[in-house]
Nanobody
């Protein structure tokens, strides 16, 4: 069994900062890409940022320069530092990771349950 658990969401004023964490636990052989998605009310889930196992990052245009993704491979954890937050960043933020379990030939997608970020104007 593999679990992803997000933490760090909350209410913040526009211009403020939050740091999200997502820890993977369970029977894990390796973790490839780790991503953050978000889903605002009434909108589709969108990819915010991703980081490969080797540390290569990619960002949505809307968050570039404000958000930073990082990972601690020893802790199986990915982080999302969010600065200069805007009301339009309000959403449930989900962690996603491609995880290979022992004995499996390939990795699979796993999702966390999400953490709510609310940015007030």
């Amino acid at each position: 069994q593999v679990q992803l658990v997000e933490s760090g969401g909350g209410l913040v004023q526009a211009g403020g900062s939050l740091r999200l964490s997502c820890a993977a636990s369970g029977s894990i052989f390796s973790i490839d890409a780790m991503d953050w998605y978000r889903q605002a009310p009434g909108k589709q889930r969108e990819l915010v940022t991703s980081i490969t196992g080797g540390g290569i990052t990619n960002y949505a245009v809307s968050v570039k320069g404000r958000f930073t993704i990082s990972r601690d491979n020893a802790k199986n954890t990915v982080y999302l530092q969010m600065n200069s937050l805007k009301p339009e960043d309000t959403a449930v933020y989900y962690c996603n990771a491609v995880i290979k379990r022992p004995g499996e030939p390939y990795g699979r997608d796993y999702w966390g349950k999400g953490t709510l970020v609310t940015v007030s104007s």
